[in-house]
Every structure is written in structure tokens, then in C-alpha cells.
């Protein structure tokens, strides 16, 4: 990949992968939409999943790579469960119900064993991950620095 692609990969928007709940969603809040935001150490992303209301319904697999897949389940809402009238709802606004993946790859490798994910009740799931870098040895062999950080001289 010569400069220019690589200047326009870097600006174009990541190539999200939708299947189940999230690919029918065509109206309202979309499931599965994706922002990725980058740093010297790391990447930090969002996903929008409306209809999702618990992050014990989510399963998020980060590969070195920086391969990323999410898996879920939108449940239906427990007024309509719990109701003792019967209500057929049109969906429109929300994802219906079911499981669903986002698949998505971030612009470099990763560290997956260095990730903070957290599930914001607003439905937005936001993962920081740091890079994965090599590190730099000296001429003795000996590691000059990891993470913008130094090792002590023997």
C-alpha cells in the first residue's frame, strides 16, 4: 500500500459487517452503527446498540488483528411482557428483538488483553484498547521502551 492509500484508509469509513436484528434495522436508532477514534497508545470505540439493556447480553471478542466482533441479543421490552393486554407492535422506531453481530476491524493491531469496555445507559458500548507496539532493543538486546515507557538500566 503506497502513502496515498494509506492516507485514504485512514480517512474512510470502517467496513461494518451486520447480520440478525442489527441488518433489518432500517428505521429509528440503527444497531450497529460505528465510530472509531484514534490515539498515539490506543483505539478507542462506539457502537450504537438501541434495544439493548443489559451489557450481560453482550459479548465483545477483540482480536490482535484488531478484528472486532460483537454479539448480542435485543430483548423486548418488559412493559410488553409484563402487560396483561395483548400488544402487536409495528416495529419502526426501534431494532426488534433477537440476536445480532457487528463485525469491524480497527485500523491497526491491538493489545486485546489491554481493553476497557464499558456500557453506557444510553445504549452505547465504548471499548478503549491500547496499540499493540514491538518493542525497541538496543544494541545489548535489551528492551528500550513499551508503551511510550522505559524500562530501568540493568
Known sequence: MNSEECAKSHHSKPTVILTGTAEKCAIGPSLGVVDIGNSENAYLFRV?????RNKCNIKCDIQREGRV???GVVTESDVLKNSSKGYEMKVQQLSPPGPFT???NLPGPVD???CSPRFRSDGILEVIVLKY???IVSAEGLPENWYNGSFPAP
Open 112 to 114: 486485546p488483553s489491554l
Open 48 to 52: 450504537a446498540l438501541p434495544g439493548v
Open 133 to 135: 507496539r514491538i518493542p
Open 69 to 71: 466482533r460483537i454479539e
Open 102 to 104: 457487528v463485525s469491524f
